[in-house]
């Protein structure tokens, strides 16, 4: 991992993974309020055209995280796609669905090719 934060009873981790195709920022741990600024240097960490953030190891995550990732996302360049990445019966998944994420963003179903 890249990044640990302890913040409270918080913590989150990242790595970035670069594949054929795409970067992938996998995330581990809790998100909130605590360590979103953790999230933001993550997501700014990303590079390329495709750009993947992996929340299969998301094991809470707070509304602030989705106000994270739309602030990234509005300053990505034409051309640039972001990829949520959760499973769909997750606590993510949950908090997905109540802000429509998945009308928001490019969303996929985790899966073993890069854990």
């Known amino acids: 991992m890249s990044q640990i934060e302890d913040v409270g009873p918080a913590s989150l981790a990242y790595e970035h993974l670069h594949l054929d195709d ?3 920022l996998v995330l581990r741990g809790d ?3 605590s360590n979103v600024d ?5 997501l700014a960490g990303l590079t390329g055209p495709l750009r993947v953030v992996d929340f299969c190891y998301v094991t809470f995550i707070e509304t602030i995280a989705i106000h994270a990732l739309i602030d990234h ?3 990505l360049p034409d051309g640039v796609d972001l990829q949520l ?3 769909r ?3 993510v998944a949950r908090v997905f669905s109540i802000i429509r994420v998945d009308e ?3 969303c996929a179903e985790c899966h073993s090719e890069y854990h």
Do not use: K
């Not at 953790?38 to 993550?42: D, G, V």
């Open 104 to 106: 928001m963003f490019d």
């Open 89 to 91: 019966d997750s606590i």
């Open 73 to 75: 996302d509005r300053g």
């Open 31 to 33: 998100i909130d309020l």
């Open 22 to 24: 795409r970067e992938v």
């Open 38 to 42: 953790l999230l933001r240097t993550a």
């Open 85 to 87: 990445v959760f499973n």
